[in-house]
């Protein structure tokens, strides 16, 4: 019988919001395939209401992050990669099954081991997954710097489903430090809840971000950007926005259609492109 990996529950209950369609390799697939996301189902009934209202929008961020990714390595293909607060999703490791010449790094305070080993057991590709805090720049250097990354070669630095929980201040530090000529950020953020004001469902994003912020009680409110701070966070790092993809056009690209996201207003995550100069 095939083995199934455990992990914590608030992992289990990321990790069901993806799915194998949002990945392009065998090796994402069979990693997914690969671990037990029973634990999770506790936390998943108490979101039973907002399920696929949620499942929807975390699919569409995938696919924006995926394809934000890969329009980048198809011009870079040889380019570093940084994985920030990966987690266990395989992002990292679908990318690194489809452009092998890259070099990658996962950086995730949790987690690293057990992606690993699961990673080795599907014969996933060549990926250094590593254990540090991001709001730690100096070791988070340091530890990267053990691990092989240039900090002078051209780098993909990709935040998906961070940027909620480190303060703004700390993570804008983080990817100064990171930043490389060359390089892009391929930033997901979530827009703050005054700005759905009067826009169809906005009582649904709100409702899952009191609930999930409740689950996880960090000591400080999830981090929301308005499209005036992504301006200034990619002004900051010597950058210029290239792209951002709301709900309304990540539905239409993944699926073909507006049926969930109907008017250009809804939906509270974007994937912004951020390309730095020099
Ligand atoms: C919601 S999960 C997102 C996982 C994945 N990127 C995704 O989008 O599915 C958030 C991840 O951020 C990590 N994380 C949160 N704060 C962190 C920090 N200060 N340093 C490193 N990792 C952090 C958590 O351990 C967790 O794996």
Redesign the pocket.
Known sequence: MKRLFEVPAT?AF?LSF?SEDIYHGEAARTFLRSIDLSAAEPLVAQFEDLHEEIHMEILNRKHGVETSCRKYLNENPAAQVIHL???L?PLSIDLADCYPKARFFD?????MPIKEEVNQAVNGPDVAFLT????DTSSLIEILGGAGWNSDAATLLVS???SY??PKAAYRNTLASLRTPGGHLVFEYSIPDRLLAGVPKAEVVNEFFRRFTALLSIPFPMQRYDDEEIRDLAAGLDGEILDTLTQYQLEYSRTGENVMRYDPRMGAIRVSLIQFHG
């Open positions: 992992s990321v993806t607060g990966g987690g999703d950086v995730d305070m949790a987690n540090a805090n991001l709001a998906e489903g961070i929980y480190i």
